[in-house]
């Protein structure tokens, strides 16, 4: 099975057409790089596959489940167990602790009191932030608040992550650092990762470069082959 598949995806805001049957597939386990100018739909299209947008036509695929068969009450299901997005500005609850943070995803799937601790003081150590557990985010670095905000996204044990400029509002070591954390997590946990970025350096850690333009994949290229996949 895909770990995603989409197929022939449009979508329009009024008149203006951002998505132009945009079609890709990810293996299991496989990290792939999309890139392109500002405006060419990047975000649209990783909206849509998380299910926090919808297409207009098109087909998408998450695993097993078809995304265009299921309800709001679906979709926000999909968030909850398969699918988690990692946001340039980290978007964590700003009066809730690190761990706090870290539980919230499994407090909503009804996890009971005492396996989420255990998870989420693993997830913690996972991303080496076992002395900031207890901080808030205002007094977390940038790279410290990404941190939390992959062991959040790891919380559900996703198929797949999505990721909308990572690093963009990062400095390139603490980028970088965050780049290594991102290929060490996929490759232990068998975890898909679809990044969004304007970086090179963020191509590296993937095996792909999808590049985008005017709602378009205009170029696919294989940095990497792997005849396993
Ligand atoms: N909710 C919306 N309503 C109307 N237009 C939108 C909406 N969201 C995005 N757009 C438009 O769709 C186009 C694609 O936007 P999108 O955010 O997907 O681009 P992007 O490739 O992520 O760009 P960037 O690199 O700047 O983040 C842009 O022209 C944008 O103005
Ligand atoms: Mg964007």
């Keep these: 099975m895909k770990a995603l598949?989409?197929?022939?995806?449009?979508?329009?805001?009024?008149?203006?057409?951002?998505?132009?049957?945009?079609?890709?597939?990810?293996?299991?386990?496989?990290r792939v790089a999309?890139?392109?100018?500002?405006?060419?739909?990047?975000?649209?299209?990783?909206?849509?596959?998380?299910?926090?947008?919808?297409?207009?036509?098109?087909?998408?695929?998450?695993?097993?489940?078809?995304l265009s068969g299921l309800d709001e009450t679906g979709l926000c299901q999909l968030?909850?167990?398969?699918?988690?997005?990692?946001?340039?500005f980290f978007h964590l609850l700003p009066t809730l602790s690190a761990a706090e943070n870290v539980e919230f995803p499994l407090q909503l799937l009804g996890w009971e009191e005492a396996k989420r601790r255990e998870k989420v003081e693993s997830l913690i150590a996972e991303v080496g932030l076992?002395?900031?557990?207890?901080?808030?985010?205002?007094e977390l670095s940038g790279g410290e608040m990404q941190r939390v905000a992959i062991a959040r996204a790891l919380a559900i044990q996703p198929e797949l992550i999505l990721a909308d400029e990572p690093t963009g509002n990062l400095d390139s070591a603490t980028g970088d650092a965050i780049l290594s954390l991102l290929e060490?997590?996929?490759?232990?946990?068998?975890?898909a990762m679809l990044l969004v970025t304007h970086s090179r350096r963020?191509?590296?850690?993937?095996?792909?470069?999808l590049k985008m333009r005017d709602g378009e994949?205009?170029?696919?290229?294989?940095?990497?082959?792997?005849e396993s996949r």
């Design 79 to 88: 968030r909850r167990e398969k699918v988690s997005t990692i946001f340039q």
């Design 184 to 191: 060490d997590l996929s490759e232990r946990h068998g975890i």
């Design 5 to 30: 598949q989409v197929s022939r995806v449009t979508k329009s805001y009024g008149k203006t057409t951002v998505l132009n049957g945009v079609s890709f597939e990810m293996a299991p386990g496989e």
């Design 34 to 66: 999309l890139m392109g100018p500002s405006g060419s739909g990047k975000s649209t299209l990783l909206n849509c596959v998380g299910g926090i947008d919808r297409p207009d036509s098109g087909e998408i695929r998450v695993g097993d489940a078809d």
């Design 202 to 209: 963020v191509t590296e850690i993937c095996s792909r470069t």
């Design 130 to 138: 076992a002395k900031r557990s207890h901080a808030r985010p205002h």
């Design 217 to 226: 994949i205009v170029e696919s290229d294989e940095v990497v082959a792997d």
